[in-house]
């Protein structure tokens, strides 16, 4: 089985050499393919995983992992994501980890601030927070709070109602899901070991339509600290985006007008349904011949011939002698003894 995967791997070598060198996240089997990474980052094969931060730095450190392929949340139809990852945050020394939604320039602005967000940076980020921040104003040091354009949250949740410890050091995963229609947004955490949640932690409703509208933007997971002894560190990462039609949307931009775009899908259904119902009928109509031939030749075959059926008489050869009637005299004697002589 090994000889087999190192033979696929140097085939993809010589096929794509310049792909799989550059970008390590190909042969990743938990990562999506369009990653890279950037700041302390570091992709390691050993794993594999990234780790976010870079514990032999005696400075702050920060770390982006993000997906190269830009999106758009107006585009033109409305867009809503589903993604799933699996980290671990180290008992102290970093500030957690965050989902960050970004312009396409963010990347070569990361900071070392809180999460590598600079103040003034626009963005939209669900945070797995550690640190107890005054100026944030966080509750705790165990939350998943909802940012935008802010480390103040506009909705929390404790991590210690589901039992779990983000710093514990161990693996967790967790499921962020938006949906453009209904505009909410929902957070499930788990450990590892578990499957995903039915309840979501924590819920919140957002347009991000509204908020990014045609921009731009992209989607990463970033992680900050200091003195740590250990990283942060992503274990699997899969994000995917879909598209909402505009008449499946809960506000329409224009309700009175559909666009050429669905009127041509429309007219594409209509010609697809005629075709459908012309060959029923086509079918059905010769099968209605078919069967009224079938019948009318049956009828021709039994009228055409007449089978004549002559009475059967038996013939009787020799004398024939007439029925007569004879009459009988019957005597009987009273006397035993006439009667046993005679």
């Given at each position: 089985?090994?000889?087999?995967?190192?033979?696929?791997?140097?085939?993809?070598?010589q096929?794509?050499?310049?792909?799989?060198?550059?970008?390590?996240?190909?042969?990743?089997?938990?990562?999506?393919?369009?990653l890279?990474?950037?700041?302390?980052?570091?992709?390691?094969?050993?794993?594999?995983?990234?780790t976010?931060?870079?514990?032999?730095?005696?400075?702050?450190?920060?770390?982006?992992?993000?997906?190269?392929?830009?999106?758009?949340?107006?585009?033109?139809?409305?867009?809503?994501?589903?993604?799933?990852?699996?980290?671990?945050?180290?008992?102290?020394?970093?500030?957690?980890?965050?989902?960050?939604?970004?312009?396409?320039?963010?990347?070569?602005?990361?900071?070392?601030?809180?999460?590598?967000?600079s103040?003034?940076?626009?963005?939209?980020?669900?945070?797995?927070?550690?640190?107890?921040?005054?100026?944030?104003?966080?509750e705790?040091?165990?939350?998943?709070?909802?940012?935008?354009?802010?480390?103040?949250?506009?909705?929390?949740?404790?991590?210690?109602?589901?039992?779990?410890?983000?710093?514990?050091?161990?693996?967790?995963?967790?499921?962020?899901?938006?949906?453009?229609?209904?505009?909410?947004?929902?957070?499930?955490?788990?450990?590892?070991?578990?499957?995903r949640?039915?309840?979501?932690l924590?819920?919140?409703?957002?347009?991000?339509?509204?908020?990014?509208?045609?921009?731009?933007?992209?989607?990463?997971?970033?992680?900050?600290?200091?003195?740590?002894?250990?990283?942060?560190?992503?274990?699997?990462?899969?994000?995917?985006?879909?598209?909402?039609?505009?008449?499946?949307h809960?506000?329409?931009?224009?309700?009175?007008?559909?666009?050429?775009?669905?009127?041509?899908?429309?007219?594409?259904?209509?010609?697809?349904?005629?075709?459908?119902?012309?060959?029923?009928f086509?079918?059905?109509?010769?099968?209605?011949?078919?069967?009224?031939?079938?019948?009318?030749?049956a009828?021709?075959?039994?009228?055409?011939?007449?089978?004549?059926?002559q009475?059967?008489?038996?013939?009787?050869?020799?004398?024939?002698?007439?029925?007569?009637?004879?009459?009988v005299?019957?005597?009987?004697?009273?006397?035993?003894v006439?009667?046993?002589?005679?």
């Amino acid at each position: 089985m090994q000889c087999l995967i190192l033979l696929a791997l140097a085939l993809l070598l010589q096929l794509f050499p310049q792909s799989v060198t550059s970008n390590p996240f190909f042969i990743a089997p938990h990562f999506d393919p369009d990653l890279d990474v950037i700041g302390d980052a570091k992709f390691t094969s050993a794993g594999p995983f990234v780790t976010l931060t870079d514990p032999t730095k005696s400075s702050r450190t920060s770390g982006l992992l993000f997906r190269r392929s830009p999106f758009r949340f107006l585009a033109p139809n409305p867009t809503s994501f589903s993604t799933d990852f699996t980290f671990s945050i180290p008992p102290q020394g970093t500030d957690g980890i965050a989902l960050v939604i970004v312009p396409i320039d963010f990347p070569s602005r990361l900071s070392n601030a809180s999460f590598g967000l600079s103040q003034g940076t626009r963005f939209f980020g669900v945070e797995f927070d550690t640190m107890v921040n005054p100026d944030a104003r966080d509750e705790n040091n165990n939350h998943v709070g909802v940012d935008v354009c802010s480390l103040v949250s506009l909705k929390s949740c404790n991590l210690s109602s589901i039992n779990l410890v983000l710093n514990s050091g161990l693996k967790l995963r967790s499921w962020v899901d938006y949906d453009s229609t209904s505009k909410r947004l929902e957070v499930r955490v788990s450990g590892a070991w578990g499957g995903r949640p039915n309840d979501p932690l924590l819920a919140y409703e957002v347009d991000l339509g509204k908020m990014w509208k045609g921009e731009d933007v992209l989607m990463g997971l970033s992680s900050s600290g200091e003195n740590s002894a250990e990283a942060t560190s992503v274990y699997s990462w899969r994000v995917r985006t879909r598209n909402v039609p505009k008449w499946l949307h809960s506000q329409p931009v224009d309700p009175l007008k559909l666009s050429d775009e669905l009127k041509a899908e429309n007219n594409d259904g209509h010609q697809t349904v005629t075709l459908c119902f012309g060959l029923i009928f086509a079918l059905g109509f010769g099968a209605l011949l078919t069967v009224f031939g079938l019948l009318f030749r049956a009828v021709m075959l039994s009228g055409g011939k007449e089978t004549d059926v002559q009475p059967k008489c038996i013939v009787y050869h020799g004398e024939f002698t007439p029925f007569r009637y004879e009459k009988v005299n019957v005597v009987v004697d009273d006397n035993p003894v006439n009667a046993a002589k005679n």
